[in-house]
């Protein structure tokens, strides 16, 4: 499996962008597979954002986050969503995207537990 992000950038405070994570899976699709976003700072751990289940059926978020971002997938492309609103300073990090397909979904906000990342997207929100 393979993951790519994009859709970072520079956005002002308030603003929105739109984040995506294409997959590139040999058999099979993401719907098998739990997604995940994090972020990371310089000199930071590794934060989770947001986790959707493998039927997509749930989605969870961590607080900072909650009310602002909405992660979403589309199975039928192998691609997860990350549409990021009203956008704070600090939000300003590095996005990854991971999967992982045995993944226990009660293990969704550890990075540790999923096996395949992306290479990051950084996304600067200047106030």
Excluded: H
């Amino acid at each position: 499996v393979q993951l790519q992000a994009s859709g970072g950038g520079l956005v002002q405070a308030g603003g929105s962008l739109r984040l995506s994570c294409a997959a590139s899976i040999r058999t099979g699709s993401t719907s098998s597979y739990v997604m995940g976003w994090f972020r990371q700072t310089p000199g930071e751990e590794r934060e989770f954002v947001a986790a959707s289940a493998r039927s997509g059926g749930s989605t969870y978020y961590a607080d900072s986050v909650k009310g602002r971002f909405t992660m979403s997938r589309d199975n039928a492309k192998n691609t997860a969503y990350l549409q990021m609103n009203r956008l704070k300073p600090e939000d300003t990090a590095v996005y990854f995207c991971a999967a992982d397909r045995s993944l226990i979904f009660s293990d969704y906000a550890t990075g540790d537990a999923y096996d395949y990342w992306g290479q990051g997207t950084l996304v600067t929100v200047s106030s």
